[in-house]
């Protein structure tokens, strides 16, 4: 089972052989069995990559995210066929009914304020019960937007009033780097399991390729928002971008097992996807550590 990401922050040439990931680079080479590899981020525009490691890499549906010169995450490598019957299961999707959507999306968001709350209540704040409040007010499709109320709530709560999303300080950068690999994790996982990422359930921008996935992450969100806070000092570095990788191997419980967060995001996913056009069984992450250590990461 894949459990690695492989970071490339240097100059370096990254290559295919014998099932393996090969980097050079001007001190060394290192080896690394395409088998145990979930997600490549290339975070140097200086590495240069084979079309024949491409080709590999898409075979075995491994993730990469590309970075810019300033390090930032800007594209991934998508496959164009995540299942043999991707045929059928886009016209699946593209019949699922707006009840259907509607009904997910009113669970996603209740997840998502839940979750919020509980990060609430880990930070002693007081408007933990305000959000609580929210819950039974979610009507089907979130027609009165509980999701933005909660939101503006949520953040001037852990990041104080004068807060902005997206002005472009530290604790925004990190928020968005994190968000960028929870975005593509969840890409990867809706695309392995046969549908497209641009047909969504509430998110429907034509200039957005990442509909679904954009709905489907939220309620993973609060994951990255925790770990930004208690770091909320820290300017985003190298470590600290290995830091937010590396918080998608921490264990946290699922159906009353301990998993990783990535191998959540695949069962939640998979376990949702499977279920939208029945408007039943919604799966929710409830944010809650598992005492297991965490896996180790290259």
């Known amino acids: 089972m894949s ?32 088998s145990e590899i979930d997600t490549i981020i290339v975070d140097s525009i200086s590495v240069s990559i084979s079309a024949y ?11 990469i995210i590309f ?39 009113q669970n996603i968001v209740k997840n998502k304020i839940l979750n919020q709350s509980l990060i609430l209540q880990k930070v002693n704040s007081d408007n933990e019960k305000m959000l609580l409040s929210y819950l039974n007010d979610v009507k089907v499709g979130d027609k009165t937007n509980r999701e933005g109320h909660a939101a503006k709530v949520y953040f001037y709560s ?18 968005n ?14 695309i392995c399991n046969g549908y497209i990422t641009q047909l969504g359930i509430h998110h429907k921008s034509e200039f957005n390729e990442y509909n679904l996935a954009c709905d489907m992450m939220e309620i993973f969100r609060p994951v990255v928002d925790f770990y930004v ?4 000092d820290r300017e985003l570095d190298s470590e600290y971008k290995m830091d937010l ?23 939640n996913v998979a376990d949702n996807l499977e279920n939208i056009e029945k408007g039943t069984n919604y799966y929710s992450f409830i944010y809650e550590e598992s005492n297991n250590e965490s896996d180790s990461i290259f």
């Open 3 to 34: 459990f690695r990401t492989v970071v490339i922050s240097n100059q370096s040439k990254i290559s295919y052989k014998n099932r393996f990931l090969v980097v050079r680079n001007e001190e060394d080479e290192k080896y690394v069995h395409l």
């Open 177 to 190: 780097y994190g968000y960028s690999i929870l975005l593509s994790t969840v890409n990867k996982e809706i």
């Open 245 to 267: 990788v590396n918080l998608f191997n921490k264990k946290f419980k699922y159906m009353k097992k301990s998993y990783t967060l990535k191998d959540i995001i695949k069962k």
């Open 67 to 105: 970075c810019d010169e300033k390090h930032n995450p800007f594209g991934e490598l998508k496959y164009l066929y995540g299942k043999h019957n991707t045929s059928k299961k886009v016209i699946i999707q593209s019949k699922w009914t707006q009840k259907n959507k509607d009904l997910m999306w």
């Open 53 to 63: 490691l491409l080709k590999e890499l898409y075979d075995n549906k491994i993730n």
């Open 229 to 232: 806070f208690n770091n909320k």
């Open 158 to 175: 852990l990041f104080g009033k004068e807060f902005v999303r997206n002005n472009g300080d530290n604790i925004n950068a990190a928020l």
